[in-house]
């Protein structure tokens, strides 16, 4: 999985441009992304869950730009539309769980793999082909279009309050104060909840990096793509969470023992994933958030 781009025209849209004010370019994106989703709903001859997760992966930007955007936006609207594209997600999650699922096998067997392992690779195969059936029999993607277009004549007409910067440096750093708790919090009680937690916020923060790199290409590059390795080592942690808890929920069903090679493999893996996250994760968030907002603040006044 990867949170630190990809290639195509909407990567390359995800950022403020030149002498665009702060609503203009929120709006402007928000609109961007929203297309590519629906442009991907639309796709026939798509894989369904290829499209499921790209959509997905649309929804979590335009969620963090409203959160970024709250100030402008005011709380009413914010938790209007946040809450409609939070059920637009809900709506995917156990199709795009099918596809997580069977990656996370993928990497897990490629790296740490042993014929022990076929038996969980077939369950999960077959899992994976009962979404593929089920977003068809729901007629899920053209239901999500018609929605993501709604959404989109919404936000076009919605008119953003002029706060500039503020808004912006708001929303910032209430996201890297967020980013340092969870780090705390997640090696202080690991758990699956701790590290699911610590993902969504260092996601979040990648986004605003991303939004904000032509202010200062090289440094916030850098940290754009520091903060898209952290995404993907806890992102790859996350999903052999969802893995383990699947095959305990399979196998107790199904009779089977609990204390299988893949559960050690996991494990394994997890605790490697997990050591090079917090080493990423202390060189992001050694800077106090005022400072940090404050960096970037000056570059915005002369951007």
């Known amino acids: 999985m990867s949170t630190s781009g990809g290639r195509g025209r909407s990567t390359l849209a995800f950022r403020f441009k030149?002498?665009?004010?702060?609503?203009?370019?929120?709006?402007?994106?928000?609109?961007?992304?929203?297309?590519?989703?629906?442009?991907?709903?639309s796709q026939k001859n798509e894989n369904p869950l290829?499209?499921?997760?790209?959509?997905?992966?649309?929804?979590?930007?335009?969620?963090c730009l409203l959160r970024l955007?709250?100030?402008?936006?005011?709380?009413?609207?914010?938790?209007?539309?946040?809450?409609?594209?939070?059920?637009?997600a809900?709506?995917?999650?156990?199709?795009?769980?099918?596809?997580?699922?069977?990656?996370?096998?993928?990497?897990?067997?490629?790296?740490?793999?042993s014929p022990a392992l076929q038996r969980d690779r077939r369950m999960?195969?077959?899992?994976?082909?009962?979404?593929?059936?089920?977003?068809?029999?729901?007629?899920?993607?053209?239901?999500?279009?018609?929605?993501?277009?709604?959404?989109?004549?919404?936000?076009?007409r919605r008119k953003l309050g002029s706060r500039g910067w503020r808004s912006f440096k708001i929303g910032l750093d209430r996201e890297y104060k967020r980013g340092r708790r969870a780090f705390t919090a997640a090696y202080s009680a690991p758990s699956y909840e701790a590290f699911h937690e610590w993902r969504k916020r260092v996601k979040e923060l990648n986004y605003s990096i991303r939004i904000l790199t032509p202010l200062w290409p090289d440094p916030l590059g850098v940290l754009a793509t520091r903060t898209g390795e952290l995404g993907d080592k806890?992102?790859?942690?996350?999903?052999?969470?969802?893995?383990?808890?699947?095959?305990?929920?399979?196998?107790?069903?199904?009779?089977?023992?609990?204390?299988g090679p893949t559960f050690h493999t996991i494990?394994?893996?997890?605790?490697?994933l997990r050591a090079q996250a917090k080493s990423l994760g202390s060189a992001i968030f050694a800077e106090k958030p005022k400072s940090f907002v404050k960096r970037i603040g000056a570059l915005w006044a002369v951007w």
């Open 18 to 41: 030149h002498r665009e004010s702060v609503e203009e370019g929120v709006q402007r994106i928000l609109i961007e992304q929203i297309d590519d989703a629906v442009r991907s709903a």
């Open 50 to 63: 290829e499209a499921v997760h790209s959509i997905r992966k649309r929804i979590k930007k335009i969620r």
């Open 69 to 88: 955007a709250r100030t402008s936006m005011g709380d009413r609207a914010y938790r209007l539309e946040n809450a409609y594209f939070r059920d637009l």
């Open 90 to 113: 809900h709506q995917l999650s156990d199709v795009r769980d099918s596809q997580i699922l069977a990656e996370a096998f993928e990497k897990l067997e490629s790296t740490h793999g």
């Open 124 to 156: 999960l195969e077959e899992h994976r082909k009962s979404m593929v059936v089920l977003v068809e029999v729901q007629n899920l993607l053209p239901t999500l279009e018609n929605r993501l277009v709604l959404a989109r004549d919404r936000l076009k």
């Open 234 to 259: 806890l992102g790859d942690d996350h999903d052999l969470g969802v893995l383990e808890r699947f095959l305990r929920t399979s196998h107790r069903r199904n009779g089977h023992r609990l204390r």
């Open 267 to 272: 494990a394994r893996r997890q605790k490697e």
